[in-house]
């Protein structure tokens, strides 16, 4: 029997509301298979902000570190998307944690529920059987290095950056990931216009041959933007860097019929983080409309990679299929086949998957 | 009756085989309307590097610049891109080119012929009707910044770099055009985490008051990449930075069923430039299978853009629109309701259009 300290770090708009789903989840799985799970909460992003003029607050940061894993929510503001010169913003406090704890991979697994076939703009014919995994870099590229303004402000650069370290620790992930599915890596870049893509074809060409039983290719960005929609099936394991993964992950979640069914995991050095591929959505934040599923199957994500409980983990990923089966869905993933009294909200959906 | 000369650039790949048709949509647009065009080819790419050493030999770049208008193919050779360290590629000529020529807007129309609404794997019902006009920067962003090594070759970097007066450029071009249709702009950037976007925002928000029938919105890249999928029709005009227009524009290719049916023109200072935005695809070259649909429709946009001759364009339009409607089609575009006898090759698809 497990003992575990998990951190709730809701952050931002929808972030509190499908993050509070995400845990009572935790406590059923505790409560049945007869683990301990303590909780603690920690602020981040703009109601960090807003409590302690800070993104990321020290305290949480700490938090963090000492627990055995991190549920986590969403951050963001319109406040600041409007206003390009704001000094702080809630992304720097999701930034700084990943960097802060050496988080460089995130896993984003790309699979749709059977019963959502009908819910994806894309034709069932071309999904059904889709299943990608995401390795997205998640601590390097332009999201980290030098960024600023020169000739008075009306000139502005970011540079991104790797290291064949950098680059290394992820691929060989990936590789190794590759190995337990299907035995295909496909390496993402933009090898032809960008040297740090030149770099990292290099790394994974040199390391290929370690994993003779894993079929690699490589695709440019631009092309695998396309591929995906007309062709998702031909990928197995997807590995790329932080930039070219945050295009390609969101627009992936249009195979799984929405970005409120996709789980991440972000590990690396140390405590893990799980947490939806949403954001905070303060479109529909306080309505209680947010489809909580997806910090679900995060929360299935963490018993999985965290703290190795396979069992529990596809305890929850059931449950999910369950509720779908029986047809209820949250208004993002209705269709015009789904009754108006299977529609729920947050609660209502979170109560089913109990 | 107007006189031009146009310079043809096949390139590499199936760019010989595409350009060729595209040239005999022009020929006979010239003798049906009465018009003199006069014709000279030359080399880019890797036939470029083959014959001379260089991806953009001097003399082709002295001809464009002497052309009315050039009608061009692809760049791109396989032996490169497997070669993370080669010094000369061939899509150096076509960066050179877009840099020289200062060719900074690259328009790509994304419309679907409504005979092709089985041929996208996107559903029918949410394609029908879609109609985007990207704008996307050509000449700088991290395509152009300096480039390069550190750490004895164990770090890669790129600087992406923007001016104010780079964006406003582009910007008015966008806004102009959304003026002339549905009056909707949508600029795409990721300024929650890069400066460059920062940038572009300001610059947006600045000019944006000066068009003020033009409704504005602002979306992160990510985003944008899932509500393309999502709900295309929700664009009208869209104008970005060169990496997330080269990304976005090839994922829209799936809106309009093929990449083989898209054209661009890349305009600027001086001579305009129309290319389909498929690249050289080797895996097909030599097997007259390509769709030339793509050129030809590039040079429907030549005919518009650089020579104001709208009907002719038209013409040229509506000629692919009654052949598509005929039921004819390339390997690319046909679905399982195409008769096998209605799959055209590259000549037979041209002669069709004639
Ligand atoms: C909020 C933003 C900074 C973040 C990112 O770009 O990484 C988000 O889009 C994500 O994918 O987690
Ligand atoms: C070939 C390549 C350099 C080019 C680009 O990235 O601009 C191509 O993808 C395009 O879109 O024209």
Redesign the interface.
């Known amino acids: 029997m497990a003992s575990k300290h998990i951190l709730i770090v809701p952050g931002d708009g929808i972030g509190q509301e499908v993050t509070a789903v995400g845990k009572l989840v935790l406590d059923k799985i505790a409560a049945k298979f007869g683990h301990t799970f303590t909780y603690d909460e920690a602020l981040i992003g703009h109601v960090a902000i807003e409590a302690t003029g800070l993104p990321l607050p020290d305290e949480t940061l700490e938090k963090m570190r000492k627990s055995d894993a991190v549920l986590f929510g969403a951050v963001?503001h319109p406040k600041?998307?409007?206003d390009?010169?704001a000094k702080v913003?809630p992304?720097q406090g999701l930034?700084k944690m990943r960097k802060e704890l050496g988080l460089y991979a995130n896993l984003r697994p790309i699979k749709l529920f059977d019963e959502l076939l009908g819910a994806s703009?894309?034709?069932p014919e071309?999904l059904k059987g889709a299943d990608i995994l995401f390795f997205r870099e998640l601590t390097g590229d332009?999201?980290f290095?030098e960024?600023?303004?020169k000739?008075d402000g009306?000139?502005?650069?970011?540079?991104?950056?790797?290291?064949?370290?950098e680059v290394e620790r992820i691929a060989r992930k990936a590789f190794e990931a590759a190995r337990t599915r299907r035995k295909k890596l496909c390496s993402v870049d933009?090898?032809?216009?960008?040297?740090?893509?030149?770099?990292?074809?290099?790394v994974i060409?040199k390391i290929a041959p370690e994993y003779p039983d894993v079929e690699v290719e490589?695709q440019f960005?631009?092309?695998t933007?396309?591929l995906?929609?007309?062709?998702p099936r031909r990928f197995d394991v997807v590995v790329t860097a932080n930039?070219?993964g945050?295009?390609?992950?969101?627009?992936a979640?249009?195979i799984a019929g929405s970005?409120g069914m996709l789980a991440s995991a972000s590990i690396g050095d140390g405590t893990g983080v799980y947490e939806p591929i949403h954001?905070s959505a303060h479109d529909i934040t306080g309505k209680g409309v947010a489809n909580p599923l997806a910090s679900i199957l995060s929360a299935a994500l963490l018993l999985d990679i965290s703290f190795g409980l396979k069992a529990e983990s596809e305890a929850v990923i059931n449950a999910v299929d369950k509720v779908l089966k029986a047809g209820f869905r949250t208004r993002d993933i209705a269709d015009q086949q789904t009754a108006a009294d299977k529609i729920l909200g947050t609660a209502a959906m979170g109560e089913q998957v109990l």
């Open positions: 963001g600041y998307d409007n390009p010169t913003r992304e930034l703009s894309i034709k071309i332009i999201y290095g960024k600023g303004r000739n009306d000139t502005a650069y970011d540079i991104a950056e790797y290291s064949r370290f933009k090898a032809n216009v960008i040297e740090t893509s030149r770099l990292w074809r290099e060409q490589h960005v631009d092309a933007a396309m995906l929609i007309k062709d930039l070219f945050d295009i390609l992950t969101d627009e979640s249009q970005m954001g």
